[in-house]
């Protein structure tokens, strides 16, 4: 069972470039998250997927767009990219259940630098 | 808004216990969770406990929850090298869509 599958696990970009990071779990969950990693501040939510075919924002959408076209992935889109996207992206899923604990689990990171 | 705070930087001595703490600002938040990342790897679930609970056991880890002062801890009995790692508070803030708010993480130092 791999759970959460994260690929490139590295990358570096230039200004300016476009790459997509690509997000699949196997576990059937129906709830996936993307978020980005920067020293001393935790982690904080870009966009998130609620279902195949749905997506939402986060707290730090700017620059990032995503893509659910099928229940088990979940795209991370940088049209353009920019210095300031030079972090660690993490992707997350869990299941759907709106009461009770429902944790979220996470792939182990796709290192991102933009020169 | 939401916040969730947590200390930067934890060193403790082999074998002695350590405590690492959290505070939140949600009172409405139902679960809490602790999360351990190791270096070059994803966030791992340790534990959680449930808002109407005060304590929660799970072999070397203690769960404490202080929910008149929002205050979260974890105390790791024994410590171990393998122990050192960064440790992630998070509390959940929303039924829809799972949300989860996470601390800026505590770095546990472990000396031998």
């Given at each position: 069972n791999a759970g959460v599958t994260q690929t490139p696990k590295f990358r570096v970009l230039k200004t300016g470039q476009s790459m997509t990071l690509l997000?699949?779990?196997?576990?059937?969950?129906?709830?996936?998250?993307?978020?980005?990693?920067?020293?001393?501040?935790g982690l904080r939510l870009i966009h998130y997927s609620v279902g195949e075919g749905t997506t939402a924002k986060g707290e730090v959408p700017d620059g990032y767009n995503v893509s659910r076209l099928k229940k088990q992935n979940f795209l991370l889109g940088l049209e353009s990219a920019a210095p300031s996207q030079t972090s660690v992206y993490f992707c997350a899923s869990s299941y759907s259940l709106r009461v009770g604990n429902q944790p979220q689990h996470f792939g182990d990171g796709t290192r991102l630098s933009i020169l | 808004g939401e916040d969730v705070?947590?200390?930067?930087?934890?060193?403790?001595?082999?074998?002695?216990?350590?405590?690492?703490?959290?505070?939140?600002?949600?009172?409405?938040?139902?679960?809490?969770?602790?999360?351990?990342?190791e270096p070059g790897a994803g966030l791992q679930l340790?534990?959680?406990?449930?808002?109407?609970?005060?304590?929660?056991?799970?072999?070397r880890l203690t769960v404490l929850l202080n929910k008149k002062d929002k205050h979260l801890?974890?105390?790791?009995?024994?410590?171990?090298?393998?122990?050192?790692?960064?440790?992630?508070?998070?509390?959940?803030?929303?039924?829809?869509?799972?949300?989860?708010?996470?601390?800026?993480?505590?770095?546990?130092?472990?000396?031998?």
């Open positions: 997000c699949a779990q196997d576990m059937n969950h129906e709830y996936m998250y993307w978020y980005r990693q920067d020293p001393g501040m | 705070e947590q200390s930067l930087f934890l060193s403790v001595r082999e074998g002695d216990s350590s405590v690492i703490n959290c505070t939140y600002t949600d009172s409405s938040s139902t679960y809490l969770y602790w999360y351990k990342q340790l534990t959680y406990i449930f808002s109407n609970m005060d304590m929660k056991q799970d072999q801890s974890l105390r790791i009995a024994d410590t171990q090298t393998g122990d050192s790692a960064i440790y992630f508070c998070a509390e959940k803030v929303s039924d829809a869509g799972n949300m989860l708010t996470f601390g800026g993480g505590t770095r546990l130092m472990v000396k031998p």
